[in-house]
C-alpha cells in the first residue's frame, strides 16, 4: 500500500494499461510535453513516446473522431477533452457516432474508446469550467458512465473502461485530483457496473458519486455522532449502474438520500429514486430525498459556489432532519 | 467501371420503384446521375481500403461489393438486411467490404475517417480511408477541424466532396464564400487544389489512382473536389422542383452513363456486349429485390441486442 494523489493515479492507471497493451494510444490537447492542464499525464510521453501520446490541435470533433476512426479499426484509444463542458463541442461523436454505431450496424463496429475528461466544480472556475455532465451522458443509449472517487478506483476502474469495448466517458473530479489515498501495489483492475459500500450503516442509505462521495462520508461521520447510523454507497459507474447494491442497502436501511453535484433537474439521482420507488417503495420507511445543486449555472465566486454545491453541512442537515 | 455503374442506376432505380410501392419506408437519399464518382473512386481502391460514406451511400457501399441482395433487404426492413435492419438506408455498413458506415449527421466521418487513417498508419499497413461528403458539407466546423487534423498529422486520407451544386435545397453558391466550396478550400490546409469532372468515371479514377498512390507513399491526404449533379430531388420527399428546367436539361444531357456508353463503342466495345452487361445487372438486380422481400420482418427481441457489446441492452443489473 502507498500513499497516492488522484492526479497521480490518472496517469498511472493510463501507464498500467498502455504497459499491458502496446496498440493502447492517447490523444488530446497538451497532453504530451505539457502533461495535461491538470498534470494527469506526466511522465507518460517519456515513457511511452510521441506516437502513443499525442498532442492534437483544439478540434475536440477531430480529437473524438479520430478516437472512433482507430479504435472500430482495431487500435484501442483513449482520448481526453480538457474540461467535461467541451463534450457540448464534440457531443455529436460521442452521442451519435460512438454510441449508436454498434447497434445501427446490425453489432458489426465497436469502438473501444475512452473519453477521460474532468468534471466538476470546486475550483471557481464559472459556469463554463465547472460542471457536472455526467447526465449528459447517462441518457444515451451506448455509452458507458464511470466517475472514481478516489486514487485506487481511478486505477481499477481506468482499467475496465480501457479494456471494456463500448465506449466509456471517464470522469475524473478536478477537485479530487490533489486529494490521497492508499493504494495497493500490482496491477489492478476493477469491473464497470459495481457500487461500493464505503461506510455500512443500518439507519439510511446515501448514495453519492466522485466529490460527493467524501462529503457523504464526513456526514455520515457526524450523523454517527447524532445516533444515526448511515451506510454510505460510492456508486463508482452510472452505466452500469449497480442497483442491487442500492436496492439491497434500501431494503436494510428503509431511507435513501442521493447526493449528487450537477443540476437537480433530471440529475440520475432521480432514476434513482425512481428505481427504488418501483422495485423497493414497500421497505421505504420515508421518501426518497435527493440532495442536489439547484437548477442554476455555476457561480464563480467562492461564497455562491460553495452554496450551490451540496456541502458536507448540507447533507448532514437533510439526513438529520428527515431522519428526525 | 461500365458494369458498375450499371449496378447503381438499376439497383437505385429499383429502390426507388419499392418506394412508390410503399415496401421501402422512412427515407432515402439516391445518388442517380452520380454514379462515376462512386464507380471511379471505388474501383481505385484496394479491398482493404475504408470508405467513409454519407446518409447517400448506396452507391459507395455497392462500389465496395457489398452484396445487392442484403443491401436492398435492409432498405426494406428486413432481418435478412445487412445490418439486419437496425440501420436502414442512411447507415449502410459492411466492414468485412471496407464499407466503415454510412453517417447521417453532417461531418463527423470526415474526422472518423481520420482515425482510420491514423490506425492504418500507426499499423504500418498501406490502407487509405475515404470520406464521401456533398457540398453543403464543407460549411460545418468539423470539415474544416478535419483536414487540418488530416494534414499535421499526415494521415493517408481522402477527402472528396461529390459537389452536386445544392446542399439540400438551396443552391450552393448561396451559402458559400468561395464558388468551388471544397477546392477553394484547400489552399488554407496547404493542399493543392483539385477539381475532377465527376460524371466521367475514368477522369475520376484517374485522380483517385493519384491521390492514393500520395497517401500511400506517406505524402499525407488529399482534398478532390468531384462536380456532379443529382437528377432527382435530395430526398424521397424531395421533386427538386427548385432547380431550373433547363440546368437539369443540360446535366441530363451529360448523363455519366450514356457518356461512358459511347465512349466504350469508341474504343471497339459492341452494343452487343454491353447490353449484355446492362441484362445481366438487370438480373442481379431483381435477384435482390427477391431476396429481399423474402426476408423475415426482424423479431421483436431484435429490439434488444447489440447497444453493448455483450450484445444485450442492459445498462443496470
Ligand atoms: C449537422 C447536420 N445538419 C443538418 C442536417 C440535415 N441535412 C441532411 S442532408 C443536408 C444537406 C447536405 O448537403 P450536401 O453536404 O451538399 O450533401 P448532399 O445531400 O448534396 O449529398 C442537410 C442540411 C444533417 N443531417 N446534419
Known amino acids: 500500500m502507498a500513499q497516492l494523489s488522484y492526479r497521480d493515479a490518472v496517469s498511472l492507471g493510463i501507464a498500467q494499461e498502455m504497459r499491458r497493451d502496446p496498440n ?40 473524438l473522431g479520430a478516437a472512433m476512426g482507430a479504435a472500430m479499426t482495431g487500435i484501442p484509444v483513449i482520448a481526453e477533452i480538457m474540461f467535461s463542458d467541451f463534450l457540448a463541442v464534440c457531443f455529436d461523436i460521442v452521442a451519435n457516432e460512438m454510441a449508436k454505431s454498434r447497434y445501427m450496424t446490425g453489432g458489426q463496429v465497436t469502438v473501444p474508446v475512452v473519453i477521460r475528461t474532468a468534471n466538476g466544480a470546486g475550483s471557481r472556475f464559472g459556469a463554463q469550467h465547472s460542471q457536472s455532465v455526467e447526465n449528459w451522458c447517462m441518457m444515451i443509449p451506448g455509452l458507458k458512465v464511470v466517475a472514481p472517487s478516489n486514487p485506487a478506483d481511478v486505477i481499477g476502474l481506468m482499467a475496465a473502461a480501457v479494456r471494456d469495448p463500448d465506449p466509456v466517458v471517464f470522469f475524473e473530479h478536478k477537485s479530487l485530483f490533489a486529494t490521497k489515498g492508499e493504494v495497493p501495489s500490482g496491477e489492478i483492475v476493477d469491473e464497470l457496473g459495481k457500487a461500493t459500500t464505503v461506510r455500512t450503516g443500518s439507519d439510511c442509505t446515501i448514495a453519492a458519486l466522485a466529490l460527493m462521495v467524501p462529503r457523504a462520508l464526513q456526514a455520515a461521520d457526524r450523523l454517527a455522532e447524532d445516533g444515526i447510523s448511515a451506510e454510505v454507497i460510492d456508486l463508482r459507474s452510472l452505466v452500469p449502474l449497480d442497483t442491487r447494491a442500492i436496492l439491497g442497502s434500501v431494503v436494510k436501511t428503509g431511507h435513501l438520500f442521493t447526493v449528487e453535484e450537477n443540476p437537480r433537474l433530471c440529475g440520475w439521482g432521480a432514476e434513482v429514486a425512481s428505481i427504488v420507488a418501483e422495485e423497493a417503495f414497500w421497505d421505504l420507511d420515508g421518501p426518497v430525498v435527493r440532495i442536489t445543486t439547484p437548477h442554476i449555472p455555476l457561480p464563480s465566486a467562492e ?17 438529520r432532519t428527515t431522519m428526525d | 467501371m461500365y458494369e458498375l455503374q450499371q449496378s447503381l442506376r438499376q439497383f437505385e432505380k429499383r429502390a426507388y420503384d419499392l418506394f412508390m410501392e410503399n415496401l421501402v419506408k422512412g427515407t432515402s437519399h439516391l445518388s442517380l446521375g452520380m454514379e462515376a464518382v462512386a464507380t471511379g473512386f471505388g474501383r481505385a481502391m484496394h479491398s482493404d481500403d475504408y470508405t467513409f460514406a454519407t ?4 452507391a459507395h ?9 442484403p443491401v436492398m433487404a435492409e432498405l426494406l426492413g428486413r432481418e435478412n438486411g445487412i445490418l439486419k435492419g437496425k440501420g436502414g438506408s442512411m447507415h449502410l455498413t459492411s466492414v468485412e467490404h471496407g464499407m466503415m458506415g454510412s453517417y447521417a449527421i453532417i461531418g463527423a466521418h470526415l474526422c472518423i475517417a481520420n ?59 448561396l451559402v458559400s464564400a468561395v464558388p468551388n466550396p471544397a477546392a477553394d478550400r484547400a489552399a488554407a490546409y496547404g493542399l493543392d487544389r483539385i477539381i475532377v469532372d465527376g460524371n466521367d468515371a475514368d477522369a475520376v479514377y484517374e485522380v483517385a489512382t493519384s491521390v492514393f498512390d500520395r497517401a500511400r507513399r506517406g505524402a499525407g491526404p488529399s482534398l478532390v473536389e468531384a462536380v456532379t449533379y443529382r437528377h432527382g430531388g435530395h430526398s424521397r420527399a424531395d421533386p427538386g422542383k427548385y432547380r431550373p428546367a433547363e440546368e437539369v436539361e443540360a446535366w441530363l444531357e451529360r448523363d455519366p452513363i450514356p457518356m461512358y456508353h459511347q465512349r466504350l463503342l469508341e474504343l471497339g466495345v459492341s452494343e452487343s456486349e454491353l447490353s449484355a452487361i446492362q441484362q445481366s445487372v438487370a438480373e442481379r438486380v431483381e435477384e435482390a429485390t427477391e431476396f429481399a422481400k423474402q426476408g423475415a420482418v426482424p423479431a421483436a427481441d431484435q429490439l434488444f441486442v447489440d447497444v453493448w457489446s455483450d450484445g444485450g441492452a442492459s445498462w443496470r443489473n
Open chain 2, 115 to 173: 482515425g482510420a487513417a491514423w490506425s492504418a498508419q500507426m499499423r504500418g499497413t498501406d490502407q487509405v480511408a475515404v470520406a464521401f461528403f456533398g457540398d453543403g458539407t464543407t460549411n460545418i466546423g468539423a470539415f474544416h477541424e478535419a483536414l487540418n487534423f488530416a494534414v499535421i498529422w499526415d494521415l493517408p486520407v481522402v477527402f472528396v466532396c461529390e459537389n452536386n451544386l445544392y446542399m439540400e435545397y438551396t443552391p450552393i453558391d
Open chain 2, 55 to 58: 446518409y447517400r451511400g448506396h
Open chain 1, 24 to 63: 493502447l494510444v492517447m490523444l488530446g490537447e497538451d497532453i504530451a510535453g505539457a502533461g495535461g492542464v491538470f498534470k494527469t499525464t506526466v511522465g507518460l510521453l517519456d515513457e511511452f513516446g510521441p506516437k502513443r501520446i499525442r498532442d492534437t490541435p483544439i478540434s475536440e470533433q477531430a480529437i
Open chain 2, 61 to 69: 457501399t455497392i462500389a465496395r461489393g457489398a452484396p445487392l441482395g
Open chain 1, 303 to 319: 461564497a455562491l459556489e460553495d452554496l450551490a454545491l451540496p456541502s458536507v453541512e448540507r447533507i448532514y442537515e437533510t439526513v
